[in-house]
Nanobody
Framework: VQLQASGGGLVQAGGSLRLSCAFS????????MGWFRQAPGKQREFVAA????????YYSDSVRGRFTIFRNNAGSTLSLQMYSMKPEDTAIYYC?????????????????????WGQGTQVTVSS
């Protein structure tokens, strides 16, 4: 599996940005997907996740109501639409994939639950 994150950039506080993650190498709809982020000097943290068919979504408290995760299984693409952005959203954003056929339960908020990761895309929110 290869994951390619894109769409990062510089945005002013209150602005919007959409991240994308292109998935290739396997069948996209066999994978649950997630977004994590890592700010300078901090650990990688959970942002949002979505199950294989988009039926369930999950958000961290810090982004719920501002960010929306969605997927296009036909196009093998994961997206994160970010609104009302804040300086504390500044981080490198990573997309991750977890095989939905695994025997273990998918703990969507745990970094270790994901089998594959993209290279990350930088998001900077200026105040």
């Amino acid at each position: 599996v290869q994951l390619q994150a894109s769409g990062g950039g510089l945005v002013q506080a209150g602005g919007s940005l959409r991240l994308s993650c292109a998935f290739s190498g396997r069948t996209f709809n066999m994978y649950h997907m997630g977004w994590f982020r890592q700010a300078p000097g901090k650990q990688r943290e959970f942002v949002a996740a979505i199950d294989w068919d988009g039926g369930r979504t999950y958000y961290s408290d810090s982004v719920r109501g501002r960010f929306t995760i969605f997927r296009n299984n036909a196009g093998s693409t994961l997206s994160l639409q970010m609104y009302s952005m804040k300086p504390e959203d500044t981080a490198i954003y990573y997309c991750g994939a977890h095989w939905a056929g695994a025997s273990t339960t998918w703990d969507e908020r745990r970094e270790s639950a994901y089998d594959f990761w993209g290279q990350g895309t930088q998001v900077t929110v200026s105040s």
